[in-house]
T-cell receptor, first 115, second 114 residues
Framework: ETGVTQTPRHLVMGMTNKKSLKCEQHLGHNAMYWYKQSAKKPLELMFVYNFKEQTENNSVPSRFSPECPNSSHLFLHLHTLQPEDSALYLC??????????????FGEGSWLTVV | AQSVAQPEDQVNVAEGNPLTVKCTYSVSGNPYLFWYVQYPNRGLQFLLKYITGDNLVKGSYGFEAEFNKSQTSFHLKKPSALVSDSALYFCAVRDLTGANNLFFGTGTRLTVIP
């Protein structure tokens, strides 16, 4: 069991659907992240939030829309996705910036299949 | 640009034998290096990190890693492998461009044979 909880663990959606992934961290951290893990590829950073403010958007298509209402919760809203968006989406958190030696802790991930 | 390389996609080791999972890095500044493990259908779990100080870093589950600046390596080791160590292992290095991010390797699948 980790301090970062993601729901749902598995999601199948059509290309015209709208769905959301939810993440909650119980570690008292102030930074939250979305990463994408695809087969045969390194993990890719999507978004970073520090104290609810988005600090990184790694050229992610607008069909992915993040929301961070507070330091403990992070959402990824999905709409009009493509089959190639099928992947494991990992939420993570850290106490602060990695430049200060902080560690990123990951959730269990949400498996997304776009049909 | 910074990056890490994991030269082996797959490592097999017999139970009870020592194991090594290799990682080399390319960084123009001070590297902060991390190891994570991913069990099937799970997220990434933090094992250990090197920030500064002693080159030998000890982490969770009996793992350790040695930072070698001259060889730009950060290999993960364990003296005696367990079947339960079978998993996917990722090396990562911090992003030095100012983004709060880690760059990950492509992963090494470790199989411990009973």
């Amino acid at each position: 069991e980790t301090g970062v909880t993601q729901t749902p663990r598995h999601l199948v959606m059509g290309m015209t659907n709208k769905k959301s992934l939810k993440c909650e961290q119980h570690l008292g951290h102030n930074a939250m992240y979305w990463y994408k893990q695809s087969a045969k590829k390194p993990l890719e950073l999507m978004f970073v939030y520090n104290f609810k403010e988005q600090t990184e958007n790694n050229s992610v298509p607008s069909r992915f829309s993040p929301e961070c209402p507070n330091s403990s919760h992070l959402f990824l809203h999905l709409h009009t996705l493509q089959p190639e968006d099928s992947a494991l989406y990992l939420c993570a958190s850290s106490q602060g910036d990695i430049d200060y030696g902080n560690t990123i802790y990951f959730g269990e991930g949400s498996w997304l299949t776009v049909v | 640009a910074q990056s890490v390389a994991q030269p082996e996609d797959q490592v097999n080791v017999a139970e009870g034998n020592p194991l090594t999972v290799k990682c080399t890095y390319s960084v123009s500044g001070n590297p902060y290096l991390f190891w994570y493990v991913q069990y099937p259908n799970r997220g990434l779990q933090f094992l250990l990190k090197y920030i500064t100080g002693d080159n030998l870093v000890k982490g969770s589950y009996g793992f350790e890693a040695e930072f070698n600046k001259s060889q730009t390596s950060f290999h993960l080791k364990k003296p005696s492998a367990l079947v339960s160590d079978s998993a996917l292992y990722f090396c990562a290095v911090r992003d030095l461009t100012g983004a709060n991010n880690l760059f990950f390797g492509t992963g090494t699948r470790l199989t411990v044979i009973p």
